[in-house]
């Protein structure tokens, strides 16, 4: 299973993929945390210290690994079939809270017919994940829409798409929902996060009821949450109010049910 969050910078994306991450080894599962921002920091989400974060070498951009995988003895030409396995075990790295976290770095052109090596090897890597280790993959996306060519999201089978009210916000909620519909992702919905009232939930459902997108959940702002990014404080389970609502929010997408909110009336469909 392969979940990607997406959405306008700052809307909460890293929190929610890092904290759907950890969710996932609580219920047992076997989880790889992408981190597919140019500018990552998902490893601090998931506990690391920034120098251990420093330490990371992203895929895309770990030259020597790229030819040795994909390098012939003609300059120019590529391999197009290499083990991946290997990858895994030598550059995943564990982390305080669980999942094991992988780097992606920066890609040029994921577009579909784009076989530059490292997007080769990035292809390869999140295939083998997916079929081959039935792991599930949470891929913490760039922000914006650039990155999603139709080549991307081959793997993608949930595309969350982070919002707050925000219009800005929506609108490139909106676009990225279209573009990952495209893409043949069959599962897309909204997350409306930093939600501090009605006020700001019922704009993100109008919208969602305008332009026919499903809503997936609402998470409240929650002060700890905010507190958390700004001095790297713990966020306490017992009495954070964000953390229930993304637990709800990875059972479903774990039990694979049907946790799409009827975007015209505003029910949700599900036992949330
Ligand atoms: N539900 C929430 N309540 C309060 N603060 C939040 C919430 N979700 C995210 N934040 C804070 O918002 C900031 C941006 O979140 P981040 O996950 O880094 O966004 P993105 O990855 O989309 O750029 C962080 O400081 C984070 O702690
Ligand atoms: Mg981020």
């Known amino acids: 299973m392969m979940i990607a969050v997406s959405g306008k910078g700052g809307v909460g994306k890293t929190f929610i993929a890092g904290t759907l991450a950890t969710l996932f080894v609580r219920s047992g599962h076997r989880v790889i945390a992408l981190d597919a921002d140019p500018s990552p920091n998902l490893a601090q989400t998931l506990g ?73 090897v990035v292809k390869a890597l999140l295939r083998y994940l997916v079929v081959e280790r039935d792991e599930v993959v949470i891929l913490d996306m760039e922000a914006g829409i650039e990155h999603l060519g139709r080549g991307t999201a081959e793997h993608v089978d949930t595309m969350i798409v982070v919002t707050d009210a925000n219009r800005k916000s929506l609108e490139i909620a909106r676009t990225i929902c279209r573009l990952a519909a495209e893409s043949n992702i069959h599962r897309i919905g909204l997350v409306g996060n930093r939600i501090t009232g009605s006020q700001q939930e019922n704009a993100i459902r109008l919208f969602a009821g305008k332009n026919q997108l499903n809503i997936f959940t609402m998470i409240p702002y929650d002060q700890q949450v905010a507190d958390a990014g700004i001095t790297g404080s713990e966020v306490d389970e017992k009495t954070s109010s964000a953390l229930p609502a993304i637990g709800r929010l990875a059972d479903v997408l774990a039990n694979n049910d049907d946790i799409v909110t009827n975007a015209r009336t505003g029910k949700e469909t599900t036992k949330f």
């Open 48 to 120: 690391l210290s920034f120098d251990e974060a420093a330490r990371i070498v992203p895929i895309a951009e770990n030259e020597q690994l790229i030819r040795l995988k994909t390098g012939t003895e003609f300059s120019g030409v590529f391999r197009l079939t290499f083990t991946v396995d290997d990858i895994i075990d030598n550059y995943s790295v564990p982390t305080p809270a669980g999942p094991h976290l992988m780097v992606m770095g920066t890609v040029r052109s994921m577009g579909a017919g784009c076989t530059c090596p490292a997007n080769s």
